[in-house]
C-alpha cells in the first residue's frame, strides 16, 4: 500500500516510522533536506501550492494526505474531481485552513466556540471589544501556527500593534474574545471511511507564547469535561464525514464550559504522547485511517506520561550535541527531528512514562532542559 504526503517535515519523519512497520510506502512533497527527506523518504520536491507538483505527487500513492495545511485548496479539490483519493477531503481540508469558516462551520453544527467577528480593520475590534470586553485576540484567518498569527491585545494600543505586524505580512484578520482559561486540552480522534471511529484520551496542553510546550495524561479536568472532549471529537468527525485523522484543541473556562479553539486535519503536536502512552501512535492511526484499514486500540497503555518539547536554546547551540545528557534520564524518550537549530525552533520532545503525571512531567522537563543545556 502507498500513502502521498503533503510535507516532509517531523510529521511526515515520524509517519515513516510507522509506515515501515506496516511495509507502507510513503511519499513526500518537500524538499530533500526536510526532516524526513534527510532520513531517506522518498520526495517529490515542490510546494502544497503548486498544481503540478500535487498532482505529481498524488499520482505516487493510493491515498494522498497530509502533515500540514499549506496548500492549494482549489488546486487539491480541482486533482480530487480527477479522482485523486484526497483524505480528508478538500472540502473539510477547508476548515483547517481558513479558521473564519471552521469558526462557522462549527458554530452552525452546535459546537460551542469563542464569540468571534470578521476584523476588516482596526475599528471593527473595538466594536467588538465594547460590545464584549477586553481583552480580545486577533488572529489570522489562515496560514498562522505556534501563536504566530494571534495577537491577545489588552487594549487599542496593542491591537493597532497586531494590525501592524499583519499588515506587513498581508494577513486577513479575525477578532475573537479572550476566554479566561482554566485548562487547555486536546484530542485525537481518527475515522475511516468504513466509518470506524477511534478516540485517543484526552491531554492536558500547555502551551507557552503560543507555542505547545507540555502534554500530559491522563487529564486533570476529570471525567466528565473528558468525555464531554470526546463526545465533540466523535461529533465534529461524524458531521464532517472525516476520513483521516483529526486534532481537536480545547479551552476549558473558568466556569468549566468547553470550547473548541481549533482543529488540525493531520498528526499534531500534542499527540506524540500516544506513540509511548497509547496503544496505537497518531502516525500508525493516521495511516490506517487514509488507508481504510481497521484502526488501532487507542486506549491508554500506562498510568501516566507526560511530553515535552525541545526548543532551540538562545545561544543557538544544537540540543542534539546534548543527548547523551537527556538520555540520562530514567525512561526518557527522546525524539529528534533532524532540523537545523535556531533559537526558539522545535527540534523534537520527549516523552516519559511514570507511575503519576507529576513524576512524568519532571522527568520529561528534566530531560528537555538537559538537552536545551539550561539544567
Ligand atoms: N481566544 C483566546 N482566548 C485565550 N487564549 C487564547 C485564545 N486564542 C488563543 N489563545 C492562546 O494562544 C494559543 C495559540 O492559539 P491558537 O491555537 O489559536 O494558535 P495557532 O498559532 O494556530 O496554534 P497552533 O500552533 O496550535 O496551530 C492557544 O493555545 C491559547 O493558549
Ligand atoms: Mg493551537
Not at 188 to 200: D, K, M, P, Q, Y
Request: charged share 25%.
Amino acid at each position: 500500500m502507498s500513502v502521498a504526503m503533503v510535507g516532509a517535515g517531523q510529521l511526515a519523519r515520524m509517519s515513516w516510522q510507522a509506515a515501515i512497520s506496516l511495509d507502507v510506502e510513503l511519499v513526500c512533497l518537500g524538499a530533500a533536506d526536510d526532516a524526513a527527506g534527510r532520513v531517506g523518504v522518498e520526495i517529490v520536491g515542490g510546494s502544497g501550492y503548486d498544481r503540478e507538483a500535487l498532482r505529481e505527487l498524488a499520482r505516487r500513492g493510493e491515498v494522498l494526505t497530509y502533515e500540514h495545511e499549506l496548500l492549494d485548496l482549489d488546486a487539491l479539490a480541482a486533482i480530487e474531481a480527477e479522482g485523486v483519493a484526497a483524505r480528508p477531503s478538500a472540502g473539510l481540508l477547508r476548515l483547517a485552513v481558513d479558521k473564519v469558516h471552521q469558526r462557522r462551520t462549527l458554530s452552525a453544527w452546535g459546537v460551542t466556540v469563542p464569540a468571534f467577528d470578521p476584523a476588516p480593520d482596526t475599528s471593527a475590534v473595538e466594536r467588538f471589544a465594547a460590545r464584549r470586553q477586553w481583552p480580545v485576540v486577533i488572529k489570522a484567518r489562515s496560514g498562522g501556527y505556534d501563536g504566530r498569527g494571534v495577537w491577545i491585545c489588552e487594549d487599542m494600543t496593542a491591537v493597532e500593534a497586531a494590525f501592524e505586524q499583519a499588515e506587513r505580512g498581508a494577513l486577513e484578520l479575525y477578532v475573537e474574545e479572550g476566554v479566561p482559561l482554566a485548562n487547555e486540552l486536546a484530542i485525537i480522534v481518527a475515522r475511516a471511511a468504513s466509518g470506524e471511529i477511534a478516540v485517543f484520551e484526552a491531554v492536558d496542553t500547555h502551551q507557552e507564547d503560543g507555542m505547545c510546550r507540555e502534554v500530559v495524561m491522563p487529564t486533570t479536568v476529570g471525567s466528565a469535561l473528558a468525555s464531554q472532549a470526546r463526545d465533540v471529537a466523535v461529533e465534529i468527525a461524524e458531521r464532517g464525514e472525516l476520513q483521516g485523522l483529526m486534532a481537536v484543541e480545547l479551552f476549558v473556562n473558568r466556569r468549566g464550559e468547553l470550547l473548541v479553539n481549533e482543529l488540525a486535519l493531520r498528526t499534531h503536536n500534542t499527540g506524540h504522547i500516544h506513540t509511548e502512552a497509547s496503544r496505537v501512535s497518531q502516525f500508525e492511526q493516521h495511516l490506517r485511517a487514509v488507508l481504510n484499514l481497521p484502526l488501532g486500540d487507542p486506549a491508554r497503555a500506562v498510568p501516566a506520561a507526560a511530553m515535552v518539547n525541545i526548543i532551540g536554546p538562545a545561544d543557538g547551540s544544537d540540543p542534539a550535541d546534548r543527548l547523551a545528557a537527556g538520555l540520562q534520564v530514567r525512561s526518557a524518550h527522546v525524539h529528534l527531528y533532524g532540523k537545523s537549530p535556531r533559537p526558539g525552533r522545535k527540534l523534537g520532545h520527549v516523552t516519559v512514562c511514570a507511575p503519576t503525571p507529576d513524576e512524568a512531567l519532571q522527568r520529561a522537563r528534566l530531560a528537555a532542559a538537559q538537552m536545551q543545556g539550561d539544567a
